[in-house]
């Protein structure tokens, strides 16, 4: 028969790791965003250059004095590849006058469009210059000027481009030669940065929930303390909680080391004993004090129910059906011990929030120790209603005296309140309880807050 394995654990990475993966992603991300408007700052501060260079040739070109005319200007300027500066354009000029072409630098006013308007524009020429374009800026002399002159410029798109990216790589490059150093640093940092951190868990670790030790309430940082105090209460409730469950376990031995103890005499007693009647008293004792420990054991067994029900979700609860479902439950008991059991309740519902089978379990408790603990004879009241603050509320009174009341047949009542102080607590209400005086009656209560 083959067994299935145990999954493997999760690895575990560290912190520190996470944290400079996500920053590394981000500060990426932010470097692609960079990287985008680098490129497309360069190619429209490439575009506005540009445009400037193509019209302030072009006015240069217009004015009176310029060097253009018959014997004054080449042909074709120097050759473009003499160039040596990086950011020299290799510009095309077409100038007209009168109508004429005056001076054409690469032989390109033949293919330029007719009509061509004044202003900027970007053109894609014929044949004699495949595959370019070419912005081109155009200009005319004003009306007062000596000759009719009109001047073109052109420059090829694909050096505006290159410029652009140019202009692109310079302002990234710095940036992506940095990313190296500064992901060292940066783990660097949040190594340095979490160390409070991990000084804190080391603390944590530390701690001994046995002695009450607590976190040291001055941390270095404010979010740090506000974890320190946050966890220092989570160990007083632990504390809190220890010290009832240690008390709560001595109250269990204690309940069940007396009928454990008499049922051990009294076996002794019958078997030793030559008297029928000796041991017929002695067995029912011994029957007794079973039962008893019994009854200890059922609410033992009654509050790991209720503490299991603790993560459920709550239900609105009438009280005063669930007070006559007990009532009515425990009436041959009170029958049987001379007992009257009455029920005071509204004709309305009080309804709360709560789970039935615990409360139910909590009245069940009150109402028996009620009727075990007090004479014959005695009245045991269960009231149901609103309290004057709107809050519901559930009693249990009695007017016997409990004092020498049945010494015998207690049923373990510190078990039983046990198991009501901790529904109470799971369902937000107050227990109350007030010792009977001659004029008072004895009463235990579970109060609800208003909603």
């Avoid at 932010?30 to 575009?47: M, N, Q, S």
């Avoid at 374009?133 to 009306?143: K, Q």
């Avoid at 002159?149 to 052109?154: D, K, S």
């Avoid at 220092?232 to 309940?255: K, M, W």
Wanted: hydrophobic share 45%.
């Amino acid at each position: 028969m083959s067994t299935a394995r145990p999954p493997a654990p999760t690895p575990r990475r560290p912190l520190w790791r996470h944290l400079w993966a996500w920053t590394l992603g981000t500060l990426a991300a932010i470097w692609l965003i960079l990287a985008a408007v680098a490129y497309y700052t360069g190619l429209h501060e490439a575009d506005e250059i540009t445009d400037g260079q193509l019209e302030s040739t072009a006015q240069l070109l217009l004015r009176p004095d310029a060097p253009i005319g018959p014997g004054r200007a080449p042909a074709r300027p120097v050759d473009d590849g003499q160039a040596t500066a990086v950011y020299a354009p290799a510009l095309r000029i077409v100038v007209w006058e009168h109508g004429r072409v005056l001076w054409d630098t690469h032989g390109i006013a033949a293919v330029l469009p007719d009509p061509l308007p004044a202003g900027r524009r970007t053109l894609t020429l014929g044949a004699a210059h495949p595959g370019h374009t070419w912005r081109a800026f155009v200009a005319d002399a004003p009306a007062s000027a000596q000759a009719p002159r009109r001047v073109a410029v052109l420059i090829d798109m694909g050096w505006r481009q290159a410029l652009g990216r140019d202009i692109a790589e310079h302002i990234v490059r710095p940036a992506l030669i940095l990313l190296p150093l500064v992901a060292l640093l940066l783990a660097w940092a949040i190594r340095r940065g979490i160390a409070p951190l991990e000084h804190l868990s080391d603390q944590i670790a530390a701690l001994d929930l046995d002695a009450g030790k607590t976190l040291p309430a001055q941390q270095p940082f404010e979010e740090l303390s506000a974890t320190a105090h946050a966890i220092n209460a989570l160990v007083q409730r632990l504390q809190s909680q220890l010290e009832r469950e240690r008390r709560f376990t001595s109250d269990v031995a204690h309940e069940l080391r007396t009928p454990l103890t008499a049922m051990l005499l009294q076996s002794r007693l019958a078997r030793e004993t030559r008297q029928d009647a000796d041991r017929d008293a002695a067995l029912a004792l011994v029957e007794h004090d079973a039962l008893r420990a019994g009854r200890i054991l059922g609410q033992l067994l009654d509050l790991a129910r209720a503490q299991s029900l603790d993560g459920q979700a709550s239900e609105p609860v009438d009280l005063c059906h669930l007070a006559r479902q007990v009532v009515a439950a425990h009436a041959p008991m009170a029958y049987e011990l001379g007992q009257e059991l009455a029920l005071e309740a509204p004709p309305g519902p009080v309804v709360v929030q709560g789970h039935t089978t615990m409360l139910e379990l909590a009245l069940r408790n009150l109402v028996d120790n009620a009727l075990r603990h007090t004479p014959g004879g005695t009245l045991v009241e269960v009231h149901v209603g609103h309290a004057a603050d709107g809050g519901g509320y559930l009693s249990v009174r009695d007017n016997g005296a409990r004092d020498g009341a049945r010494p015998s047949a207690s049923p373990g009542l510190g078990v039983g309140l046990t198991l009501v102080q901790r529904i109470a607590d799971a369902h937000g209400a107050v227990l109350e309880q007030v010792q009977g005086t001659p004029a008072e009656p004895h009463r235990v209560t579970l109060a609800w807050p208003p909603d």
